[in-house]
């Protein structure tokens, strides 16, 4: 324990160490660690403030207990001394956004589309960039995101989305192959197929496939053709019971289905139906794309619905920027017309046709309460919401002279959390669970270190012309291309990570954080590495705040 005699400077690193005082003891973060710890107020104040005492003289006050406590503080300290990032998740995924045009209905104060780029997305443009990003750009991801519509209104461009969504079968590898399949049951499987189809479809057995010819080939084409079977559930007969909870959501809802969503809930219904005759132990997990679209929220016409319905998407994320006064200030038509009426009584309609909701809401400097912006959201019956900060270089975007107010709001939001979780209330928390400002707090509770703002090498947005970005934001400025489907593609070599970027290094808040986001530093200071201080000023406070809350809740005995 030499390294810890007198003066106890350890708690002095500021790059490590963040104190958080509260009524009963002294809480401390270790950002090596990633996690809290507490001192007493009378064995932190011998420690740190009465430097005349040595390590000897305060230890020998304590009983054996606080003493085991506190070597084991100080041991797990000596272990994490040098800082590392086991404590982050690795993400392999690609997350791809495909602009379908630059049209939009709306004309928000804060709008990033590029609105001087007339192309119009078409179908082959489109296939060619799944493709382009499932074979070539990054063939061997965990799993592929795609959005469309990012950059206009999802219901202006129906027409192209429905061709996208129709296309999307050849993306899904949900046939059988003969690896699927048990070869010493193979026999077992033909007669349990012939007991429950013979009858009802006896064509499987004359008309598919020679009835004679009982080998595996045979079997894997009478199975792919009941994957596409739209009744296959009824003339099995199951229970519903037989599955688990969210794959009887996709069971009841796959009549709505297109044909790719429909096809992956008939695989499941034939594994679980016939399983004792499937090798489960070579199938691999599908890597196929996702389908998710954003709207404004100014369209719920029969055919979007049944767009949502047919690509599976619930919830479905909706634009709205909170109550009446600040989304009207805000998202205006082209005339000048206010929206909120408009989007209210489309939200009516979704949630009638049993879509669920999620909120997508700017924060800006008009109205910085994110309190009240959330519980409005939230009482008008949204699942869950976000409320994302407005990218710097608006009129309402926040600057250091209006901060404040903004760290103010927040201050609000997060009492409000603390009265809560008193009443063990935590649905406001829950509805905010995928906001930013949360995000700390889960990191906390998980054990997760954030080592990077996001995900931006792999993250790609095309739009119609086939031109990729790195980001959505970047896409408004032909600068920041980073090439074309059809040719070379610049990749962003680097060290992106907050150990790479000054002076996240050196903050005690880096993991809780991941650095400023890459797009607000370009437009701030002309790097994407370097910081972006209002964006820092706000990330900062929110580690704060979520430490305390953390603390909070521990020191009352609240399970989190």
Not at 533 to 547: F, M, N, T, W, Y
Request: glycine share 4%; net charge neutral; hydrophobic share 35%.
């Amino acid at each position: 324990m030499k390294k810890f005699n007198q003066p106890y400077n350890f708690i002095e690193d500021k790059s490590r160490f963040y104190k958080i005082s509260e009524s009963n003891d002294i809480w401390i973060y270790d950002a090596h660690a990633h996690n809290v710890f507490s001192l007493s107020r009378t064995l932190y104040n011998a420690l740190f403030l009465e430097k005349n005492q040595s390590l000897s003289d305060v230890t020998e006050k304590l009983s054996i207990k606080e003493n085991s406590y506190f070597f084991n503080i100080i041991n797990n300290i000596m272990q994490n001394e040098k800082d590392n990032t086991s404590f982050s998740v690795k993400d392999d995924s690609c997350s791809v956004m495909i602009n379908t045009s630059n049209r939009c209905n709306l004309n928000c104060s804060y709008c990033y589309r590029n609105k001087s780029d007339p192309n119009i997305n078409n179908i082959e443009t489109i296939k060619k960039s799944i493709k382009w990003v499932m074979k070539e750009y990054k063939p061997k991801a965990s799993k592929y995101d795609f959005t469309y519509s990012m950059s206009s209104e999802s219901s202006i461009d129906i027409d192209i989305l429905k061709q996208v969504l129709a296309e999307y079968e050849n993306y899904e590898p949900q046939d059988f192959c003969k690896n699927d399949l048990k070869k010493e049951d193979v026999k077992k499987f033909f007669i349990s197929l012939h007991r429950d189809f013979d009858n009802i479809k006896p064509e499987l057995f004359c008309d598919i496939i020679d009835e004679s010819a009982e080998n595996e080939t045979s079997l894997v084409t009478i199975l792919n053709h009941l994957i596409r079977e739209k009744d296959l559930y009824e003339m099995l007969g199951m229970s519903i019971g037989m599955f688990q909870e969210d794959m009887r959501t996709e069971i009841q809802n796959r009549r709505n289905y297109s044909s790719w969503k429909a096809n992956r809930v008939n695989r499941w219904i034939l594994e679980v139906k016939y399983g004792e005759y499937i090798d489960f132990t070579k199938k691999s997990v599908p890597q196929y794309p996702s389908f998710s679209i954003f709207t404004n929220g100014t369209c719920a016409s029969p055919d979007f619905i049944d767009l949502v319905k047919a690509a599976g998407i619930n919830p479905l994320y909706v634009s709205i920027d909170g109550p009446q006064k600040i989304h009207d200030f805000n998202r205006k038509f082209h005339t000048g017309k206010c929206s909120y009426n408009e989007v209210l009584k489309n939200v009516r309609i979704f949630q009638k046709e049993n879509i669920s909701l999620c909120a997508s809401a700017v924060l800006t400097s008009y109205y910085p309460k994110p309190l009240e912006i959330a519980l409005h959201l939230q009482k008008i019956g949204f699942l869950k919401g976000t409320i994302t900060i407005v990218r710097p270089g608006t009129s309402v975007s926040f600057t250091m002279t209006n901060v404040e107010n903004l760290l103010n709001g927040y201050e609000e939001l997060f009492q409000r959390f603390k009265n809560d979780a008193i009443k063990n209330d935590f649905s406001l928390l829950d509805f905010l669970e995928d906001d930013y400002c949360v995000n700390p707090v889960k990191l906390l509770i998980s054990r997760t270190k954030q080592v990077c703002r996001c995900n931006l090498d792999n993250q790609l947005v095309i739009n119609a012309k086939g031109d990729v970005y790195n980001c959505l934001y970047f896409e408004s400025s032909d600068t920041n291309k980073v090439g074309n489907i059809d040719s070379e593609i610049k990749r962003l070599n680097g060290d992106k990570s907050v150990a790479s970027r000054s002076p996240c290094n050196k903050c005690w808040a880096r993991y809780l954080c991941g650095g400023t986001c890459f797009y607000a530093s370009q437009v701030t200071v002309g790097n994407i590495l370097e910081i972006d201080p209002v964006e820092c000023k706000i990330r900062k406070h929110l580690a704060k705040l979520s430490l305390d809350f953390v603390v909070f809740c521990r020191e009352n005995n609240i399970n989190l």
